[in-house]
Every structure is written in structure tokens, then in C-alpha cells.
């Protein structure tokens, strides 16, 4: 099976520029999230979502924002971008609800955004 | 206050000898889960391990095992007959229970591991 894949896996943007980030999830898995990893950094969360609906946003401004299709997979979008906003973005899926405790998520390769 | 605190930004280790990485904790949620995650240089985060808060045993994986002291909120990850495959970042997580809410995970800042031939 096909692990979390993410698109375009590099991206160049300037400021005040939009972009949006795209994730298919594993077969099966109906929990997507979304995490911003700055350089030397781990991950921070900022957004998940099952079923379609949004279940959790982590501290980012509104600029940010995300939704999910029907067949469950998802994008984030970036408005009016920022050179802090420079990162490693990471999707991942995971199998459980969207409370579940338990279940690992799985990341993908995530997508590297560079704002100049 | 830190949520997970790893202390050790780069450790070094030779081929075939154990290594550990620490990681504590700060919650005051009966119910959590503590995850390990490798991040080579492709950036891509690999689920190594887990452990419930309720768990009576130490979990285990393979080569992966996790050193869990409750009492002490650490879950240290214990690597035997480390490889040159192992050199990556590590990240301890956490993820905390309560009745509703998503199941954010928490990151620390990571431990660099170099496995030496």
C-alpha cells in the first residue's frame, strides 16, 4: 500500500504570495493532519481533520487554513505568505478517529516551502 | 513549560553498541500516549514506537525498546546494535487523552544521532 503522499515535495514563493499544499492519505485512513516543522525544530501541529470536518487547529494565524475532500484527502493553503513562514510542511494520516489515543500517525515526506 | 524536553541536541554512538536517547515529559493528564519518530535527512518522520500511559510493560519493538518511568515522566528510547541506517534526528512525542479534542502530538526538539563504523 501506498504510504502519505504530498505535493510538490519543493516550492518557491514570495511574500504575500498564496500557496496551497496538497495530501492523499493511506488507503483507509479518514484522520488527516497537518504540521509546520521549522529548520532545527520538531513539528508543530496546526491543523486536523476527519470525516471532513476540521476537529482541532493548533496556534497559527489565519492565514492558514485547510480542508478535506470526500475521498479524504486533504490541502492547506497559505495566504499572504511570510519568510517565517519558511518550512518543512507535514501531512499525516492516521487510522484511528479523531480522538483516538493510540493509533501512530504516518507522515509523509512532507513538501519544503521556501518564502523569499 | 516544556511539554517534552529532550536534552541531548546530538549524540554519538559506534556501530553495533546500544544507545540512549532521553525524553521527559510534562502532563497532568492520567491518560497519554508517548511516541518515537526517526526523521532522516529525506525528512520523511517513521513511527518507531509507543507507549500507553496505562501500559504495565515496556514497550518493545524489534530493535527499539522504550525505557518508561512513570514516576519520573520519562520515556527514554534505548536503540541495541545501533547501525549506520540509525544515523537520523529522533523526536519524542506525546500525545495527551482527556474527553474530547483532537490527538495533537506534541514534539520535542530532537536528538541528533550519528552511528560511527
Known amino acids: 500500500d501506498a504510504g502519505v503522499t504530498q505535493s510538490p515535495t519543493h516550492l518557491i514563493k514570495t511574500r504575500g504570495q498564496q500557496v496551497t499544499l496538497r495530501c492523499s492519505p493511506i488507503?483507509?485512513?479518514?484522520?488527516v493532519s497537518w504540521y509546520q516543522q521549522v529548520l532545527g525544530q520538531g513539528p508543530q501541529f496546526i491543523f486536523q481533520?476527519?470525516?471532513?470536518?476540521?476537529?482541532g487547529r493548533g496556534n497559527f494565524p489565519d492565514r492558514f487554513s485547510a480542508r478535506q475532500f470526500p475521498n479524504y484527502s486533504s490541502e492547506l493553503n497559505v495566504n499572504a505568505l511570510l519568510l517565517g513562514d519558511s518550512a518543512l510542511y507535514l501531512c499525516a494520516s492516521s487510522s484511528g478517529g479523531p480522538t483516538g489515543l493510540i493509533s501512530p500517525l504516518h507522515f509523509g515526506n512532507g513538501t519544503r516551502l521556501t518564502v523569499t | 513549560a516544556q511539554k517534552i524536553t529532550q536534552t541531548q541536541p546530538g549524540m554519538f554512538v559506534q556501530e553495533k553498541e546500544a544507545v540512549t536517547l532521553d525524553c521527559t515529559y510534562d502532563t497532568s493528564d492520567p491518560s497519554y500516549g508517548l511516541f518515537w519518530y526517526k526523521q532522516p535527512s529525506s525528512g520523511e518522520m517513521i513511527f518507531l514506537i509507543y507507549?500507553?500511559?496505562?501500559?504495565?510493560q515496556n514497550a518493545t519493538e524489534g530493535r527499539y525498546s522504550l525505557n518508561f518511568q512513570k514516576a519520573r515522566k520519562s520515556a527514554n528510547l534505548v536503540i541495541s546494535a545501533s547501525q549506520l541506517g540509525d544515523s537520523a534526528m529522533y523526536f519524542c512525542a506525546m500525545r495527551e487523552g482527556g474527553d474530547t479534542g483532537p490527538r495533537a502530538l506534541t514534539f520535542g526538539s530532537g536528538t541528533r544521532l550519528q552511528v560511527q563504523p
Open positions: 507507549q500507553g500511559s496505562y501500559d504495565q
Open positions: 481533520y476527519y470525516e471532513k470536518e476540521e476537529r
Open positions: 488507503s483507509g485512513h479518514k484522520s
